[in-house]
């Protein structure tokens, strides 16, 4: 099994707050640097992502640095050229696929319950230089992190903690924000800290804040992303949110009252099925608009 998951652990934690597992992908062949230069170059360059490490906890995203080389210069020469790089989606190729069914197959049978609704599965390999960091930042899916090389040290905020992350922020993240977010050193007493090796993978809910620590040595890492009924919902009414408050409306926070976040989350579905059927509409509709004879 590519995942190790106590459905104990998975039953009173999963969604909720972030926790360890053991994996046994450490040290798989699909993971050495040779093959992921040969994958990076398979990859369309929208699904590279890459920049110098030495970066600050809060980044702003504009002032991300670039490291002056190619993806496969940045992973072969990876242990020098102090650099993270982000290889994203590879479930698209084949065998980094049956590593993402593997490991979403042992969620399911961690709790059919919890993962009902398993929807838009993802796979992104992490190749990051000693010491790099990644700054401050939310994702919005839930993620298993599989630590496949290296150490890092990884600092989890809870996404409902407003001290580190406010309600506009999240709602402006969920409609399409850039995901870093700003930081204050203060914040870090609010972390749960883990501390990863080869062997070990973590739970990040949808939308926890984190940020990583790269340890002295190379890291690969290979994040396993999905979202459920339940993320979905919160998705929807974090949205809602955003355009109620677009309209100068102070909403209540989503997880007040389970009945308001279900109308809400209802309302942006709708919304958001009705703004595609008039987008798939609109061109239908201007073919069949009768010329203009003056």
Known sequence: MSLAIDRDTFNAQFARTPFLVPHQLAGHRLFTLACLVELSKRLPASQVEYNAGEVP?????????????SPEDTIRRIAECRSWLVLKHVEHDPAYRRLLDECLGEVRAASA???????????FIFVSSPGAVTPYHMDPEENFLLQIRGTKTMSVFDRADRVVVSEPDLERFLVGAHRNLAWRDEFQSRARTFELAPGDAIHV???????????????ISFSVTFNTRASMRMLHAHRLNARLRQWGVAPAPVGCSALRD???????RVSAWAGKLRARLRPWAMRRRPAYRG
């Open 262 to 268: 279900g109308l809400k989350q209802l309302v942006s």
């Open 205 to 219: 809910p949808f939308a926890a804040p984190h940020w990583v620590q790269n340890g002295p040595q190379v890291s």
């Open 57 to 69: 906890v809060g980044l702003d995203p504009e002032r991300t640095p670039r490291n002056g080389l």
């Open 113 to 123: 319950r919890l993962a009902a609704g398993m929807r838009d599965p993802h796979a």
